[in-house]
Every structure is written in structure tokens, then in C-alpha cells.
């Protein structure tokens, strides 16, 4: 039997769902050129992902003019719920 966790504690076996993003006038300035960057969810604080990764998976919020990538799709509602947590968290 294999882990089904992908790290940060939430299961793989999560519905996916259409890419969900916070409404902007702008695109954020960070979210272009991410191929083999990485960057460190807010949400789950020590995690790694690659940032075009997690963009092609639709696992990023944008928020006050920043764009923040997640590392999995738990971690979606849970920014959601309280963005300036995370977006400060780093």
C-alpha cells in the first residue's frame, strides 16, 4: 500500500477542482518567469513546490498584488480562509 500524503499532511486523493483565484485588477509582478523556480507554501511553512508546477495544477492565490503558490489542493481553502495569515507567514 502506498502514502497517499503529500508531505504536508493532506491526502492526494482530494478532489480536484477547477483552479480557483482570488479576483485581481493587475497580474502580480512575481508570477511571471516561474519555470524551476521554487518557492515555499504559505500555508504549510517549510514545504517546497515548484512554482510552475503548482500554477499548471492551479495551486497559487493571488492576493494584494502577490502571487503565493500552495502544495496542494487542502491547502486552498485554508488560505482562503484567512489570506493575511498566510501571505504574511514567510
Not at 486523493?13 to 485581481?24: H, I
Not at 493571488?62 to 486552498?76: A, N, S, V
Amino acid at each position: 500500500m502506498s502514502d497517499s500524503s503529500c508531505g504536508c499532511g493532506h491526502s492526494k486523493n482530494l478532489q480536484e477542482s477547477t483552479p480557483e483565484v482570488l479576483t485581481l485588477t493587475t497580474t502580480p509582478t512575481n508570477a511571471e518567469n516561474t519555470t524551476g523556480e521554487t518557492a515555499e507554501s504559505p500555508v504549510m511553512v517549510g514545504t517546497l513546490l515548484v512554482k510552475a508546477a503548482a500554477e499548471t495544477k492551479g495551486l497559487y492565490r493571488d492576493y494584494e498584488g502577490q502571487r503565493y503558490w500552495l502544495c496542494c489542493p487542502g491547502c486552498r481553502p485554508k488560505f482562503d480562509a484567512h489570506p493575511v495569515q498566510h501571505a504574511h507567514a514567510g
